[in-house]
């Protein structure tokens, strides 16, 4: 279908989500995006499967011209506005924010809840004919008559689902404001623009190595793409997917002083020594124009790429004359020239220092808040209509949860026994004795990992978003929890009717959302495996909680091109994840007296916090055998109520996750639970804690 929207003003306030692929996040309708959600620096999730997994901080653009005169007829020597949210209704303008979708949202429903339900305001409509699954468009208005269209495309291709493909055109529209009105009607000269992106990498390492780390502040940039002009013409093939030419900026977490280990990867030292930050994020410039009327790439751009100090950079506020000289510091730091003494270069930051692994970055600046990937753009002149286009990639990659586990939980071991020199396996299959380089090693693996996914999105924006698509998912998916099953239902997906489509696989998770899922069932076409629609998982096991998805999947035949491994590709698990879990559950029954049987049940009984309860599911008891609809109080051994729950969802189930109605844990002890049905029938069965 078209799409045709007439732009009006929108609030500066307003996001969309785009939540289908490993990397997920907002975009904001003033033009860029600053994280702080007033609780926590919320955005670019990734792996988006896992919680806490928030990388951004803040992304700073400016935009710079010479020689500007404003609808007031005052000529400026240079002009520069900041795009930022307080700028709004003052140097900018927000006129759209839409998202559009390949296809509808899958509904999915566990046990009558429609899981997807509060996501539907994200989507403003369906375009079939587009090439990405989703497409952020993101306009704004500025105070220099300068138009910025933002449009974000997302895939949800497994092997294109860690970047967001950002195409920035920049007009001559000489409309300063929210109105239609055209204030202006002259050339701009010497336009500039660029931007500061800080990383957290992420919000979970930041519980892990120290608070300050939620902003950045001891995050290190590199850069590649030095040489990008001898080499712009060179193929990337999944052969040869490392191309450390591309023009790219990229982040990680360094090391901070305040701790007395090496956090390199931020293992939980606390715990079982898990990385939790083997995150490498950044930026790859895929495209700049000319000039408004030569659309070739001009490899001589960008005008700097490199790191930047996290708070120093020069104020702009009320666009007034007495403001100019902020401008002119912000129009000098665009055409490459960084704000002050020593806080930014065009150097891979890393080498300046003599042991990077143990130096704590933001000394290299002395800039409390971190430091940003900084890329700028220009000059361009622009006549009024005319456009420029740049076009950038953001994503993250980075080793895997298992081998974030598994390098982890060796290191930690080592970390524990100070006698423990290995030997550790590299990832160059030699070995060392030394945990710190084995763990970190490992860890730098993610700089190729960043730059293979910096080389997919390049070929996929030059090959016209030519990828292999994806089967759509079924469109309806249906988790319904039983007696003696749970009953997985779905709909065909509108992609069987392609000539590549294979099947159905279903994937399971016990005990949280958040883990690792394993197939549990496949279907296709074919005389000894059928196409089917449902599924019933009889494996569950009573009391434990069940989290699943289901994904369309190819034959294989319709990936053969070169824009990523060829072979079966599958739907995005994250169209039809179920969020809620979904148990196996008994009838009710009516309460026995002490001396009938079969009785109520505690599982586990004694409940011990040391390995007998249920996978996943800390301090949680469940009662077995009880009636549909009944009261249960829990009492200490002295008599004190503790807890009452109300059961009433007509089952023969009720979880308890041993806390108290104050919400506090329960400790070791003896404990009573009480237990009356609608009919005022009452029955109880003691249970022991071990903590």
């Known amino acids: 279908m078209t799409h045709s929207l007439l732009m009006a003003q929108v ?18 309708a003033y033009g860029s995006e600053r994280a702080w959600n007033n609780d926590y620096y919320e955005g670019l999730q990734w792996p988006a499967l896992y919680p806490q997994q928030d990388n951004a901080v803040i992304k700073r653009a400016w935009m710079g011209v010479e020689d500007f005169t404003d609808e007031s007829g005052y000529n400026w020597g240079h002009y520069s506005l900041y795009v930022a949210q307080d700028a709004t209704g003052i140097a900018v303008f927000p006129m759209e924010l839409t998202q559009s979708a390949k296809f509808e949202n899958p509904i999915v429903y566990v046990d009558g809840t429609d899981i997807n339900a509060v996501f539907a305001n994200q989507i403003d409509y369906i375009d079939e004919a587009q090439v990405a699954d989703r497409i952020v468009s993101n306009v704004i208005n500025t105070s220099m008559g300068l138009t910025q269209k933002r449009d974000i495309y997302a895939f949800s291709q497994e092997y294109h689902d860690d970047y967001f493909i950002k195409v920035y055109t920049f007009t001559n529209t000489g409309n300063t404001d929210w109105d239609d009105d055209i204030e202006l009607n002259a050339p701009l000269k010497g336009v500039r623009v660029g931007w500061g992106t800080r990383y957290s990498l992420g919000r979970e390492a930041a519980y892990i190595i120290g608070y300050e780390q939620s902003y950045g502040a001891h995050s290190w940039v590199s850069r590649r793409g030095e040489d990008y002009i001898d080499h712009q013409n060179d193929l990337i093939t999944e052969a040869n997917s490392v191309a450390d030419w591309l023009r790219a900026g990229f982040s990680w977490m360094g090391q901070s002083e305040t701790n007395d280990y090496n956090n390199i990867g931020a293992p939980d030292v606390k715990r079982d020594g898990r990385l939790t930050s083997p995150n490498h994020a950044g930026s790859v410039v895929l495209h700049v124009d000319k000039s408004s009327t030569d659309a070739a790439d001009d490899a001589f751009q960008p005008t700097f790429l490199g790191w930047h100090a996290g708070d120093r950079y020069p104020k702009v506020e009320d666009l007034r004359s007495y403001n100019e000289p902020e401008m002119f510091q912000v129009y000098e ?28 970055p933001w000394h290299l600046h002395n800039d409390g808040g971190g430091t940003n990937v900084m890329i700028t753009y220009g000059p361009f002149d622009l006549a009024p209509g005319e456009s420029i286009v740049i076009v950038e990639a953001e994503g993250i990659n980075g080793l895997d949860r298992d081998m974030c586990e598994l390098i982890g939980q060796r290191w930690k071991k080592a970390y524990d026994n100070s006698s423990d020199s290995g030997p550790f396996d590299l990832p160059d299959a030699s070995t060392t004795t030394d945990k710190d380089i084995y ?28 990828i292999s698509s994806p089967p759509q998912p079924p469109p309806l998916f249906n988790v319904k929890s039983g007696g003696d099953r749970i009953t997985l239902e779905w709909n065909a997906s509108p992609s069987e009717s392609d000539p590549n489509f294979g099947g159905y696989r279903i994937f399971r998770a016990i005990g949280k959302k958040d883990t690792t899922y394993k197939e549990i069932f496949a279907c296709g076409f074919g005389a000894e495996n059928d196409i089917r ?12 909680a069940y989290y699943y998805y289901i994904s369309s999947f190819t034959d294989g035949s319709g990936n053969q091109n070169d824009l990523n491994p060829t072979g079966i590709l599958q739907s995005g698990r994250f169209y039809t994840l179920t969020t809620k879990p979904a148990y196996l ?6 309460i026995y007296t002490k001396g009938d049987f079969p009785r109520i049940r505690i599982v586990p009984n004694p409940y011990n916090i040391r390995g007998n309860g249920f996978t996943g599911e800390k301090n949680k008891i469940m009662f ?10 829990i009492f200490s051994e002295r008599g004190d109520l503790i807890k ?6 007509g089952s023969g189930d009720q979880e308890w996750y041993l806390t108290t109605d104050t919400r506090q844990t329960i400790v070791s002890g003896v404990y009573v639970a009480h237990f009356t049905d609608d009919k005022g029938q009452m029955a109880y069965e003691k249970f022991i804690v071990i903590r």
Request: proline share 3%.
């Open 585 to 590: 559950q008994r009838e009710a029954v009516n």
């Open 624 to 633: 077995y055998d009880i009636p549909g609809k009944c009261t249960i109080r």
């Open 644 to 649: 009452t729950i109300e059961h009433d969802d």
């Open 11 to 28: 609030d500066e306030n307003l996001k969309r989500y785009i939540r289908i692929g490993n990397l997920q996040s907002h975009f904001s």
């Open 533 to 544: 629609y449902s599924f019933s998982d009889i494996s569950a096991v009573r009391g434990q």
């Open 439 to 466: 763990k970190n090693q490992w860890v730098y693996t993610g700089r190729d990992s960043i730059l293979k996914t910096f080389g997919r999105a390049k070929r996929n924006y030059e090959s016209g978003f030519g």
């Open 333 to 360: 730091m665009l055409r490459g020239i960084p704000f002050g003494d020593g806080s930014g270069g065009q150097t891979r930051m890393e080498t300046l220092a003599a042991d990077p692994d143990s130096y704590d």
